[in-house]
């Protein structure tokens, strides 16, 4: 029975300072009962890991807002992954190729026309191949 109930199962482990979102529970909130659950968050975060405890829990530093317990079972923890932002390959006016560097999209918002430009032209071109 153990070995088909381990398949199932996700190996978790968190570090020390590892972000996490944690599962959400709204029937554990008063003013939350009369909200439908489909408009309601499943997960809430991110937050910080501050310590394992024991072998399957952690304690989270959460938003004090939410005024809930900071210790969670792992199967409540999921790992937080940051959106990557776009980057956009700049060349130096004066120096050669080689000193290029690659540059967050956000940062280029001096050049924001040429790059909705370029990003208009390389769909009309994907869109004709």
């Known amino acids: 029975m153990k070995k088909w109930a381990d398949n ?4 978790l482990d968190f570090e020390e300072g590892d ?3 944690v599962k959400f529970f709204p029937h554990r909130f008063k003013n939350l009962k009369n909200v439908h659950k489909g408009l309601l968050r499943r997960y809430e975060g991110p937050f910080p890991i ?3 405890i024991g072998k ?3 304690k989270v530093e959460v938003a004090s807002h939410l005024e809930i317990h900071p ?3 792992v199967s409540q923890l999921k790992a937080f992954h940051e959106d990557k932002e776009d980057e956009q390959r700049k ?3 004066n120096l050669p190729e080689s000193e290029a560097t690659w540059e967050k999209e956000l940062t280029l918002w001096k050049n924001k026309d040429l790059i909705e430009a370029f990003h208009h ?3 009309t ?3 004709r191949a």
């Open 91 to 93: 060349e130096w006016r």
């Open 8 to 11: 199932k199962r996700r190996h």
């Open 125 to 127: 071109r994907a869109s």
């Open 121 to 123: 032209e390389d769909a």
């Open 50 to 52: 501050v310590k394992r």
């Open 19 to 21: 972000m996490v979102i």
């Open 71 to 73: 210790v969670f079972h």
């Open 56 to 58: 399957v829990a952690y």
